[in-house]
Nanobody, 111 residues
Framework: VQLVESGGGLVQPGGSLRLSCVVS????????MGWFRQAPGKVREFVAG????????HYAEPVLGRFTISRDNAKRTLFLQMNSLKPEDTAVYHC?????WGQGTQVTVSS
């Protein structure tokens, strides 16, 4: 399994970004796919998760109401729509499936 993220960048506070994570290889059943983030000097933290075969979603409290996780099974792609971005959202965002991780994509929120 390989996970490749894209869509990060520099955005002003209040702006939006959409992250994508393309999955190659066999997707294990019964796992939740998710997004995590790691800011400089901080531990990696959970952001959002979604069941690959169902619509159950889960969000960390700091992003609730601002971020939306979704997936396109046919395109084997996981998305993270991020709205109303704040400077504290600045981090490297990683896609996760079971014990597989993507390399990450940098999101910087700054004026």
């Amino acid at each position: 399994v390989q996970l490749v993220e894209s869509g990060g960048g520099l955005v002003q506070p209040g702006g939006s970004l959409r992250l994508s994570c393309v999955v190659s290889g066999d997707i294990p059943s019964g796992y939740v796919m998710g997004w995590f983030r790691q800011a400089p000097g901080k531990v990696r933290e959970f952001v959002a998760g979604i069941d690959w075969n169902f619509d159950n979603t889960h969000y960390a409290e700091p992003v609730l109401g601002r971020f939306t996780i979704s997936r396109d099974n046919a395109k084997r792609t996981l998305f993270l729509q991020m709205n109303s971005l704040k400077p504290e959202d600045t981090a490297v965002y990683h896609c996760n499936l079971a014990n597989y991780w993507g390399q990450g994509t940098q999101v910087t929120v700054s004026s």
